[in-house]
């Protein structure tokens, strides 16, 4: 038995000098690269708004505000000193279901899924990978269709925590927080612990206890006077407590600015990638210039034909337009005049015979004699009634009369009065169809202003010009006559290339004059016309 222990301790101290050459070659090589610098040189892994935490034991972790990372194997710690973490678990709850349904545990699984639907709330190193579930289900006598119901659901790295350990298997959440506390103490984990709470209570009486205990034993040596007691020793102590009461905030200060500049600097970068590639975008086409330029004389030689013949049936399109709006102007006029015929003659007709009445006596006479006799009960004849007789003697006046050689009369006879207010509607078409003489006289006369035969619109004042253009609009409106008054082109923008600008001012110029040169031969034919 003596031998047998020592050869297992002999055999623990050769693994365990191995272990520690391994361990401090694989820190020798891992260093470099995850210790922190303070020159502002990001780690290439472990980059947070933390910056990076290296513990006590050399290793490097994420750093986090409120935490302290620290073996559990030599911590021990309790459940109160655990970081916790509210953990998003949409893909256990799918597979928790389809597990609860083929064991009959519906209730198990609504208890989790209330208490998980804003979160579950778990230690954070409190669980089990999925290679460590795997190789304990295959212990414990899981078959191979369960095994891989898990493998091929959940990824590598996913962590089951104890709350969903204790829900897939039905297992109280004690004896599951139990042992994945074990399985991480067993494999010397270092987890998060809350600083709070594993924090050393009451360093500055410790700090002042020192200083006051050695500032007693220094005293009774030589060449330790009061300067060195109070002054050296003192304000060093002073130093070390501030330091490290200070030293957590100025390093979460540090990797925060750290952090954010290199968030800064990341979007910066991937902005001046975007405005690059936008760059190259407006280049992706220049191999193809030469191939263009080579057909745009062709091409622009048709395409300039095309367009001269989409105006001109544009042209002719509106002008057959408008003539038709016109003419069925005239005809809506027209017969309106007809259908106003009818009731003219009634009005006109009753407005005589009110006219006459009061002052005919015999017309008195006879509505007396006729209105007794109707009441008699007789019958009426049309030549006996005044009222009959008047209207029938007015229409048949009407009969072969020419209205138009009749001088209309407002209080004349039946037919003198519909030719005046016939003539008022005659008069009525022609300013609203027909040119006036005053138009024409007005347009000969800015004729003559602006030279006669050699018309020249340049010699017109201002307000003969607006008269003139005010003219054409409204003698083709009537006329039901339409042409087009610009270009239909707008000038070009000007930009901020210093080389294109005298180019956009020759294209703009050049527009500018093709409008005057139109819009002068338009008015010159217009004036030519009168």
């Not at 006598?141 to 119901?149: F, H, K, L, M, P």
């Amino acid at each position: 038995v003596r031998r047998s222990l020592d050869f297992k301790l002999a055999v623990s101290k050769m693994l365990s000098r191995h272990a520690c050459r391994a361990l401090r070659a694989k820190r020798a090589a891992v260093a470099p690269l995850l210790q922190r610098n303070i020159w502002n040189v990001s780690l290439p892994v472990l980059s947070g708004p933390g910056g990076a935490h290296t513990t006590k034991y050399r290793i490097v972790k994420p750093g986090k505000d409120g935490v302290e990372w620290d073996d559990f194997l030599l911590a021990l710690p309790e459940r109160e000193h655990l970081m916790s973490f509210t953990k998003d678990v949409p893909l256990f709850i799918r597979y928790l279901k389809v597990v609860t349904d083929l064991e009959g545990r519906s209730s198990d699984f609504l208890a989790f899924l209330e208490r998980a639907k804003s979160g579950l709330i778990v230690e954070s190193d409190v669980y089990i990978t999925t290679e460590e579930l795997l190789a304990i289900m295959w212990k414990n006598g899981y078959s191979d269709q369960e095994r891989n119901a898990v493998q091929f659901t959940f990824p590598g790295d996913y962590k089951f925590h104890y709350p969903e350990l204790s829900a897939m298997f039905d297992i109280p959440e004690e004896d599951t927080y139990k042992f994945c506390m074990r399985t991480r103490t067993e494999q010397s984990h270092i987890g998060e612990l809350d600083w709070s709470k594993v924090q050393r209570k009451g360093f500055i009486r410790d700090h002042w206890l020192i200083f006051g205990t050695g500032l007693v034993i220094f005293k009774y040596f030589p060449f330790f006077n009061y300067y060195f007691g109070v002054k050296v020793f003192g304000t060093s102590m002073w130093c070390v407590t501030m330091y490290q009461l200070l030293n957590r905030w100025i390093a979460k200060s540090c990797r925060r600015n750290e952090y954010m500049a290199a968030q800064k600097t990341a979007q910066d970068v991937m902005d001046g990638e975007d405005k690059i590639v936008e760059s190259m975008k407006r280049f992706s086409n220049d191999a193809k210039c030469s191939e263009i330029l080579a057909s745009f004389k062709t091409e622009a030689e048709s395409k300039i034909g095309d367009y001269r013949k989409a105006l001109v049936m544009k042209m002719k399109d509106d002008l057959t337009e408008r003539a038709t709006k016109q003419l069925q102007a005239v005809a809506s006029f027209e017969a309106s005049m007809g259908s106003a015929m009818q009731e003219l003659v009634v009005r006109e007709a009753a407005s005589s015979f009110r006219d006459q009445f009061p002052g005919d006596a015999g017309m008195q006479e006879a509505a007396f004699t006729a209105a007794v006799k109707s009441l008699s009960g007789q019958q009426l004849d049309v030549t006996e009634d005044p009222v009959s007789k008047h209207f029938s003697d007015a229409f048949a006046s009407l009969a072969g009369v020419d209205l138009a050689t009749i001088a209309g009369d407002p209080q004349g006879s039946l037919a003198q009065r519909i030719a005046y207010s016939q003539q008022l509607k005659e008069a009525e078409f022609k300013q609203t169809f027909m040119v006036t003489t005053q138009e024409a006289e007005e347009i000969r006369a800015i004729a003559s202003e602006g030279g006669g035969s050699q018309f020249d619109l340049d010699k017109l004042a201002p307000h003969s010009v607006e008269r003139l253009d005010a003219l054409y609009s409204s003698i083709n409106a009537k006329v039901g006559y339409s042409l087009p008054e610009t270009l239909g082109t707008k000038p070009i923008k000007e930009t901020s290339d210093s080389a294109t600008v005298t180019y956009v001012e020759q294209v703009n110029a050049q527009l500018a004059a093709a409008s005057k040169t139109l819009r002068e031969a338009r008015l010159k034919a217009f004036v030519a016309a009168f």
